[in-house]
């Protein structure tokens, strides 16, 4: 059984508050921040699909951020407080409350985008994990699609019953809202939002690995991310979007990428 955390909330620069749950203790490596995908929370993604054992289990200090909101943040209405530049700010400012002036990242789905975002832009990021993700994130028909499929989203959130969706690529992450019990208002106020998603790659310092599902449609391609992002390598583990994160595989890499320069 992983052990309880201890949690905080930290301001963001709007004054939205999210959560942040640490485990572990501080070592001779910097902590390893987690960030979930659409929906989904530190525990959903993280802790229920073993990673923060295997972390732990590494002997690594581990800090998860509940995206704006998501989890235990606060969940504004107002599409203005959310994409995914200011989730990135959120989490340097988390890493500027505690006092970490180095830590490993790795970040899921829309958290991998959020953990790009932050990579490129915070040399404080010493490795990188970016899970879920491919080609839609750097060849130039993603933003396009990444636009419609969150206006899909945004209706499907704003649906009086989840029986009214009918899109068979909506519905499974409105159940999902459902089933966690999430602020559905919050979740369209995000996929309403005016994203800007592209990270400068280049930029990015931190030695990278690119983690996908062999099966999952939002990470096809992740040699093409992988080739945009100086210092990446790709690591393809079996499962779709939603299983992948259980595959024994997945904690396996994401571990070992962090662990290489020991």
């Known amino acids: 059984m992983t052990v309880p955390a201890t949690r905080q909330r930290v301001p963001g620069a709007d004054g939205v508050e999210v959560a942040v749950h640490r485990w572990g203790a501080p070592g001779d490596r910097p902590p390893v921040y987690l960030q979930h995908g659409f929906v989904a929370d530190t525990r959903l993604n993280w802790v229920g699909t073993g990673v923060l054992a295997a972390l732990l289990s590494a002997g690594r200090e581990v800090v998860g951020v509940d995206a704006r909101g998501h989890g235990r943040s606060d969940k504004p209405h107002d599409p203005g407080a959310y994409g995914e530049l200011r989730m990135a700010d959120d989490l340097r400012r988390v890493a500027d409350a505690l006092g970490h002036d180095s830590f490993d990242l790795a970040g899921f789905s829309m958290g991998a985008t959020v953990a790009l975002l932050t990579a490129a832009a915070d040399r404080r990021v010493r490795r990188l994990v970016v899970c879920g993700a491919g080609a839609a994130l750097v060849e130039p028909w993603g933003a396009e699609r990444h636009r419609v ?114």
């Open 149 to 262: 499929l969150m206006a899909g989203l945004a209706a499907a959130f704003e649906a009086a019953d989840v029986a009214d969706v009918r899109d068979p690529v909506t519905a499974p992450y409105r159940r999902l809202a459902d089933a966690l019990a999430a602020d559905r208002r919050a979740l369209a106020a995000h996929a309403r939002a005016v994203h800007t998603r592209h990270a400068d790659l280049a930029a990015v310092t931190a030695p990278t690995l690119v983690l996908a599902g062999d099966a999952d449609p939002l990470a096809a391609r992740p040699e093409v991310l992988a080739a945009a992002i100086p210092r990446a390598r790709v690591v393809v583990v079996p499962g779709d979007h939603a299983t992948a994160l259980r595959a024994p595989a997945f904690a396996a890499a994401l571990v070992g990428h962090l662990e290489e320069d020991r």
